[in-house]
């Protein structure tokens, strides 16, 4: 406390801070996702247990300890439980630390719509905190609150302080220990402006894209994939002006973050302060809820624990050697075997030889005996009967385990699920009472709407035979595979499928210690794709061995995909237009339509006529019904329909080559049925007028040069060009000069 | 001679390079322009010497030119460094002139040193540096100048019009001994791309956009002659650099290196079987691994974990190598510049008289000049401060020299005013001329009451009396 009025002294000396203004924190009370489902259906996740204590209440509590003076809890889903709660806890009273102020919108479904509706109340008036409920820390503010005010009145386009902390060294810990995702940051060195922020980081793109500007303006910068998102951030007022000019702006990261730095519209920065030996996490899943849950009992988040930290109305846990918290009205049976790192709350009762380690049990639980609990987080008034087995699990208030039931590693129950005799629950299921709301309501930034529309009646629920529940609810949520736990006649509750996350990624997120061959997966994965590219193009190798810089071969390779992707797709194009003028398009509109094809896909004019021409004897097969006698007439007819389109499109002696080729093309791959009649087809394009001997001829003279296999064609038409060129005798020397070129170069090769 | 440490050097000595025209010609190739009245190439030499290098190969663009340089090393190196002189056709780039003298090269480590180099950093220092981590390439990088510097005049006024041009993007560890990104010199107009799986292996990527290629680098043997197999390449600094760098994290050299060091260890070089495995390039890459762990102090167990991931998985492809690509970054303090342009030649020749005198190798007077003693000078001439007049030179009466170099065997006459200017050998400056901010090729005339004004003069010039220049080139037809 005395540290924190230094800090405000100090700030206070500046003229324009005369007129103090307290120091304000906004605690979103609601994370604007679902991982925490099905639990979060039935209570806010700010409310749940972190070893016995809400989570907000570790917020709370750093938050007076920084020495804020008011606070507004922004509520949301479960506004009700949240104000019940902060108006029961000592934090309502006047006696805390600060005045608190609960601020509830039941239309806010992203923090960004959160703080738009803050900024409508008009409550904020200087520097503010923003900090989500889930986050637990004991870091101290002063510095950052100092710099930060110091670079607003340098630079009053300082709108945000972030805050990071350096992460384990190891990518693989790194994103294993909490779950989160790898982020990567550019900072500057100097001034720890925050120059780019790139979270989700997208493991499919191997590069990272810096815009050049960013080096222009700085000398050197920080490229680090090596810290931690805090989440807790120093904003100013602005920030809450961004948001409500930029209302699309929901994610506070994705979309502020990057808005702002890569829009670079508003000029607006951000600034990062690091910090290092104090502890910073926020509980964003079950797998950074367990490692946090380690971490306060191991006490690295002190003075957040459990034995300083409590508000309820029972007796407080006492810390023991080995790490074992223990409320002194437990009940345990001599026999009872309590492991390292193990806290139980008060009420508790465990029975004969059973054994709890790396475990958290609540108040007023009934454990029976021979029961073994390992690194589960068992919750309050939980009842479990004899003989059951737990590891690595969440089981929430009021679930009753029958006789000799498992829970596999993962499983996740939660609220008054009864699990039947002898069941075993498979790994990773989560069971709640309440059915799985239908996909489409679980896009991410919409849960608040149905953690409303998920509450439904069903109190009675355990009272319905489990075949009618199926039936009633099943139906109505049918795309859901909402499976009753089958287990006798005692066993409540659905089993979720897994929603967002996929079964391939449950591992990833889940309470259950990540199993050896999923790290390796994960780890090969990180770095395979990266063994995927070592042949890509992006390392500047290319299979034959010849080196291109980089910038080189990404530009080239990707002009060259795009451009062969555009030819068959306007070949498609081409086709669908023909298509359509089959059906009755009038013949100038095809050609108005398949010109401005050929100029949006800019293609050559040869290509062009290619891609008619091949609609044109695709269409003729699909006249022909696909039989071999009728292909020859149908083509004919076909030409002789498109006639004018054709000669429109076909206008010079490379174009008509083009077409001949792309016939050959075709009969060669795609349409293998044109094969025997090509030389037919050849002539009746003659005929038709469609292609002029000249273009036949070099055609010819072109294939001349190529490989036997290439001139099946050319054989097969052999008759029609000796006729053909003996008919058009007197065309001029030149044809026949370039003829017995042709043959001579024949002969030499 | 053996040196004490199996370096060869190759130093680049260029040949009559255009973008020092006009100071440049069939007469005096670039390797002999004298800076401080010193032949360019002389610098790295000295520099060579002083760490003790003294197998030096040097590699001369064009006949004519590498007659001249032979001839004048043969003179002046003759008993103290083991110099050849190979020569090249010109225009092959750097990578060009590597592999004309690839068959020369026999030790474990090679030192490239661009010919140009004016600089007091020592190379022994980079190539200890090299070996100490045994890496496929080291690099020399150096703060560049900070006011339009050497390297950023050379990309020429498009750039000057954006943006400050940057001359080099790289990207280094946060001990700032290994390179792991490089894009150098015209590329760096456009956006970068840095590849995340280097960075997530250090954790922490610096990037500058502030360092200065010197144009030296350390090169394993085995790893330089592997990649001058490959086509395509031009230049050192911007192919075979960047393609070093960025594969370093799965080295196809070392692939390809292990299968020719299993051959060669199977039949010629059994004598030497330790040796073997040193000089080879690709190092076994969990030798290499655990070596790296040791030094990248912030993600070595990222390195171990993928040797292990990939013994564990037992996966039929080849063990992922690496090589180390490292950086020499020199000190504020030292200097260094590449003299690739008219204007570099001046900035050079300025820093020659001041702040790096010390390269030289003058001893300067109280006066903070170095005045030959056989030089005449008439009465009422003053050579001020940062004056370098070399042997031979007679100046009229009432000559005022202020910080300017002036070669051997010059004729001045008399009231001749020459400031910051460089006036090499043999010419002949007439009365009341006023000579400022210029280059004067040898043999040069000019002719009495000439006024130059930031000009080049090339050899053999005759400025006609009473003309005057302004920032112009002037050059023999």
Redesign the interface.
Known sequence: MAQKKGGKSAASDDPEELARTPLQAVLLADTFNLKFRPITLERPKVLLPLVNTPMIDYTLAWLESVGVEEVFLFCCAHAEQVKEYIGNSHWGQSHAGFSITTIESNFSMSAGDALRFIEGKNVIRGDFILITGDTISNMSLTEALQAHKDRRKKDPDTVMTMFVKRSK????THQTRLGND?I?M?ID?ETKQLLYYEDR?DCS?????????L??D?????????LEDCCIDICSPEVLTIFLDNFDYQHLRRHFVKGLLHDDIMGKKIYTHEIDSSYTARVDNYRSYDTISKDIIQRWSFPLVPDVLYAGNRAQMRLQREGIYKAPDVTLSPSVRIGAFTAIGSGTIIGENSSVSNSVIGELCTIGRNVSIDGCYIWDSVTIEDGCRLSHSIVCDGVHLHTGATLEPGVILSFKVEVGQNITVPAYSKVSLLPQPSKQDSDEELEYADTNSGIIDSPSIASISPANIEHDHVSSFDTEQSVLLEGGLSGVGYIWTSCETGNEEEWRYSVAPIPVEKL?EF??K??DE??SS?DGE????THS???????KS?DFDDSDGEYKGDVSKFEKEVEETFERALGGVAEENVQLEINSLRMSFNVTHAECAGAVFQSVIKSAIIASNSSKSNLLKATIDAIERSKGLLSYFITNVDEEIEVILKFEEMCMEITREFAPIFSSVLHQLYDKEVITEDAILKWESEKADADESDKVFVKQSEAFLKVFSHLNFSTGVSVLQRLYGAMTSLKLL | MDPPMDFQVVVLAGGTSDKLSPLVSKELPKALLPVANKPLLSYPLELLEASNLKNIIVVVEGDEAATQVESWLSVAYMDRLNVEVVKTPGDVGTVGAIRAVAPFLISTDILIVSGDLVSDISPGAIAATHRRHGAAVTALFCPAPVSGGADSSTSGGKDKAK??S?CN?V?LDPTRQFLLHV?SGA???????????I???V????????FMDAHVYAFKRTVLLDVLE????YSIK??VL??LV??Q??S?ISAKKENSADESSNGATKELPSEDININSAVPSNQNLRWLSQHRE?????YQ??HI?DC??NKS?LA?KTHKCCIYLSGKTQYCARLNSVQAFGDINRDMLGEASRITGYTFSAQNNVVHPTVVQGAKTTAGGQCIIAEGTILGDKCSVKRSVIGRHCRIGSNVKIVNSIVMNHITIEDNCTIQGSVISSNVQIQERASLKDCQVGAGYVITAGSEYKSEPLTKR
């Open positions: 060294p190891m990518p693989l790898e990567m550019a060195p980081f793109k191997r590069a990272v894209t810096l815009d050049k500007s080096l222009a700085n000398a050197s910068l920080y490229l680090r994939t090596d390796k780890y090969a990180m770095f990266d063994e070592s992006q390392t500047g190798i061995g010849e080196l291109i810089s980089e910038s990404t | 943006k400050p940057r993007i990207g894009v590329k760096v107009e456009k956006d970068i791309h840095i590849q995340k799986r960075v997530r292996a954790g922490q990527m610096e990037i500058r956009s502030d490959k086509e395509n390449l911007q192919d960047p393609y960025r594969t994290l799965r196809e912030i993600a070595p167990s990222s974990e993928i991931s564990d998985m492809r992922k």
